[in-house]
């Protein structure tokens, strides 16, 4: 059996960096696995002194086979953090969960520890636009197949419920549980999306009161602290 800290750290040793952190991630993360879901990971590594120095060290390291793998510098991943993309933010709130926190080096739990500081009024503009290109992928094709616009309108509602929380309270549940555990796997198995779709259009109004509770969020300074 594939071992996933063994393959992360033999992507990152190739060029003798190091690696600081690995969580499994989509949807086993979320709680809405089912037996034919894909593995995926992300993590962050450090570089060795090449990379230090900027002797054209990779910025991020990416595998498909045997898992879905991402990997990320300590500094892309800053900077991506800092900017609110929602992949990365995520990540930070996912060492909560155990069956999804692989590894974890003691460099990197300051991070862990300070994740708040990463928030900042730029998120209105990062999950909003993330979730707006999911609703598009959704209406845009007739075509596309009833799964593939159930995962799309998932993911919609997904981001715009974590950006509302991480606004009211600064804390974000990956794996939400109860009522919105519920409708996510509903809007998963949703069937035939269209623009009339009341989920469709639930979500559309959903995206239009994002940006108040953003705007008026204590746990959001305008800029990264």
């Not at 606004?167 to 519920?182: F, I, W």
Request: proline content about 6%; glycine content about 8%; charged content about 25%.
């Amino acid at each position: 059996m594939c071992n996933p800290i063994e393959i992360a750290e033999q992507m990152v040793d190739r060029f003798g960096g190091r690696l600081l952190y690995l969580v499994k991630a989509g949807s086993h993360a979320y709680g809405l696995s089912r037996e034919d879901s894909d593995e995926d990971y992300r993590g962050v590594f450090v570089p060795g002194a090449n990379g230090i120095l900027g002797f054209g060290y990779p910025e991020h390291r990416e595998a498909m086979d045997p898992f879905d793998m991402q990997l990320y510098s300590l500094k892309k991943f800053i900077m991506l953090a800092l900017k609110g993309n929602p992949n990365i933010l995520e990540m930070l709130w996912i060492s909560e969960l155990p069956d999804c926190l692989v590894y974890l080096d003691h460099m990197f739990k300051p991070f862990l520890q300070n994740r708040h500081a990463f928030l900042s009024k730029r998120i209105k503009n990062t999950y909003g636009g993330y979730a707006r290109g999911e609703l598009r992928k959704i209406t845009s094709s007739n075509t596309s197949p009833n799964y593939l616009k159930g995962k799309h309108a998932m993911h919609c509602y997904r981001l715009v419920k974590q950006a509302l929380e991480l606004a009211k309270t600064g804390h974000m549940t990956v794996r939400p549980e109860g009522g919105v555990h519920d409708h996510l796997v509903m809007l998963q198995d949703g069937g035939d999306y269209n623009s009339d779709n009341d989920s469709v259009n639930a979500m559309y109004v959903m995206l239009e009161e994002l940006d108040k509770p953003v705007d008026d969020s204590p746990h959001f300074p305008e800029e990264p602290a």
